[in-house]
């Protein structure tokens, strides 16, 4: 296929998925299961397959999966397999919007459950990023206090004391992930426009104020990861040098 016919199939898919989408939004429960994301956790991930899908990946969550600190792109480095394929199943239905990267993580593009099995087993073995982009209040200030109490109180039991998330349940580890894309994120689940947002989740955020929201976020993106799991400053990735 050349580039052309590409980018036409990828807009008529996009034209037709969208309002398919929409209308199954309702009917769908949270994390049913089935199609793609069923048949990705079944498969045995293939590292060297992986690092070959993620290359169209990297153009935008770079090389090292870091992504960029002004949160355009998030971090995906170090992110639970089950949770990556969850997402990148739930955006390929159509089940979270998307737009920027759906033509990109296409079956044609990519390939079916194999190539999503393997590329987030291979994001999940990246090093994180160690300085992702931060929220403005340091340790001690009032509001990284009411960011820390409001986390406490609401997020602990899904997401972990320190942001690591349960990957057997699909919460995505949210710990040092960019600012700017964790409150857009979870202003979206809080108002409705994540349509794949756990609706338990929902329900304990609805009465977050824009402070609250921006003060827990503040307090996620900085929440250290386990060394151990944290590249070093500059680290560049051997595999696509
Ligand atoms: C053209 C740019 C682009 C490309 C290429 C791209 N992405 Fe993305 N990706 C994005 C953007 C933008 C977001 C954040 C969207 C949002 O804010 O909801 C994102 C979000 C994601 C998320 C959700 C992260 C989370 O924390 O929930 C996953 C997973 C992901 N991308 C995986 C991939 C994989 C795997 C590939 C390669 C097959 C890929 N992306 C290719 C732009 C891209
Ligand atoms: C009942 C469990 C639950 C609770 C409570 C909860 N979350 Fe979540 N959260 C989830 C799940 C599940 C997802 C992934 C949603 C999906 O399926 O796409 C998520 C997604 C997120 C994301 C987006 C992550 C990404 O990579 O895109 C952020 C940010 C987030 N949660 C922050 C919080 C914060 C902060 C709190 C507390 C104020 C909180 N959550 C409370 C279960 C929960």
Same mark, same amino acid.
């Given at each position: 296929? /050349?580039?052309?016919?590409?980018?036409?199939?990828?807009? +008529?898919?996009? &034209?037709?998925?969208?309002?398919?989408?929409?209308?199954?939004?309702?009917?769908? @429960?949270?994390?049913?299961?089935?199609? !793609?994301?069923? *048949?990705?956790?079944?498969?045995?991930?293939?590292?060297? =397959?992986? +690092?070959?899908?993620?290359?169209?990946?990297?153009?935008?969550?770079?090389?090292?999966?870091?992504?960029?600190?002004?949160? &355009?792109?998030?971090?995906?480095?170090?992110?639970?397999?089950? +949770?990556?394929? @969850?997402?990148?199943?739930?955006?390929?239905?159509?089940?979270? *919007?998307?737009?920027?990267?759906?033509?990109?993580?296409?079956? $044609?593009?990519?390939?079916?459950?194999? $190539?999503?099995?393997?590329?987030?087993?291979?994001?999940?073995?990246?090093?994180?990023?160690?300085?992702?982009?931060?929220?403005?209040?340091?340790?001690?200030?009032? !509001?990284?206090?009411?960011?820390?109490?409001?986390?406490?109180? =609401?997020? +602990?039991?899904?997401?972990?004391?320190?942001?690591?998330?349960?990957? *057997?349940?699909?919460?995505?580890?949210?710990?040092?992930?960019?600012? /700017?894309?964790?409150?857009?994120?979870? !202003?979206?689940?809080?108002?409705?426009?994540?349509?794949?947002? =756990?609706?338990?989740?929902?329900?304990?955020?609805?009465? %977050? $104020?824009?402070? *609250?929201?921006?003060?827990?976020?503040?307090?996620? $993106?900085?929440?250290?990861?386990?060394?151990?799991?944290?590249?070093?400053?500059?680290?560049?990735?051997?595999? %696509?040098?």
């Amino acid at each position: 296929m /050349n580039v052309k016919m590409k980018t036409l199939v990828a807009a +008529v898919a996009l &034209t037709f998925g969208f309002s398919a989408g929409a209308m199954a939004a309702d009917a769908k @429960k949270w994390n049913e299961g089935g199609g !793609e994301q069923g *048949d990705a956790l079944k498969l045995t991930p293939n590292l060297e =397959n992986g +690092v070959e899908v993620y290359e169209v990946c990297s153009a935008c969550h770079l090389p090292e999966g870091w992504g960029l600190p002004d949160g &355009t792109f998030p971090m995906l480095a170090g992110q639970h397999a089950k +949770v990556t394929i @969850k997402q990148l199943a739930d955006i390929r239905a159509l089940n979270r *919007d998307n737009p920027t990267m759906y033509p990109f993580a296409l079956p $044609s593009e990519i390939g079916g459950p194999q $190539s999503i099995a393997d590329v987030a087993a291979y994001i999940a073995k990246l090093p994180m990023n160690p300085k992702p982009g931060l929220g403005e209040w340091a340790e001690g200030t009032p !509001e990284f206090e009411h960011g820390k109490k409001l986390y406490a109180d =609401n997020c +602990v039991r899904c997401h972990g004391a320190n942001g690591e998330g349960i990957p *057997d349940k699909y919460y995505p580890r949210i710990q040092g992930q960019h600012y /700017n894309y964790l409150v857009r994120q979870f !202003e979206w689940i809080r108002d409705g426009k994540r349509r794949n947002a =756990n609706p338990d989740m929902v329900e304990q955020i609805k009465g %977050f $104020s824009d402070d *609250d929201m921006k003060q827990v976020m503040n307090f996620v $993106s900085r929440q250290k990861p386990p060394a151990k799991d944290v590249g070093p400053e500059g680290w560049l990735n051997p595999d %696509f040098d």
